[in-house]
């Protein structure tokens, strides 16, 4: 009878073991519970404007869309030298961006970007100098790559109107349209009355020629045009 006891308890242990170590991987072990690691340092200046509906990030991004699959804000009190870590990024990131991101975590500009390789050292991501203002966000993220062209890139501005850099700001906040009577380019704490805001939203607009509307993507349409107008609503500051 014994034996027999034995037997069974024996056989039950072998059912249990043998269940248990059937060659796979449980998920939990495979996961990346850690993931990799990078490691930011910036002097960063134009923090302290920024509203709510919006974050200066160091993000990870999979090349999917424009979502962040893992970010970490910035505080808007830094001022100066900083250093922030961004750990736990699975193996789907590809890059990492010093960036601007909307409530939803959407991209809206980026101002350095670092790919990332398959690692578990840390990576270390020195960026040097970074003016993160709203105002260079906008220059970065439309006023260089949209509107330059024609307005000064090329030593010819249309309207007599200069977007590049270094010359934009003066050249629209508070001063008055060459081409449309009564309005300033860029008004600032009044959207409506800015003509930047109208002729990015209007598909005509009387005394102007070129339909500046054609030139907005729906990526910009999501991003860079909510930008625009929260800097203008802000008081369109230069900082």
Known sequence: MKNHILATLLGLTAIVFGAC???RIPEKAVSFKDGRVVKL???LTGMENWPDEYSVAVA???GTDDYAVISKAISKNVKGSMSIVLSGINDNVSNVQLCVLD?????VVTFREMELKQTRDTMYMDVGSV???MF???QQGYLNTTCANCHGASNRAAAGLYLTEGRSYDAMVGKPSAKVGGINMVEPG???NSLLHIILHQESVEGISMTHRDLVSEKNEQSILP???SWINNGASRE
């Open 103 to 107: 409530r939803l975590r959407r991209h």
């Open 227 to 229: 930008l625009i107008d």
């Open 136 to 138: 260079n966000a906008i």
């Open 60 to 62: 990870g991004f999979d």
């Open 41 to 43: 340092t910036a002097t």
């Open 21 to 23: 170590d059937d060659g």
């Open 131 to 133: 003016d993160v203002s």
């Open 190 to 192: 009044d959207v409506g």
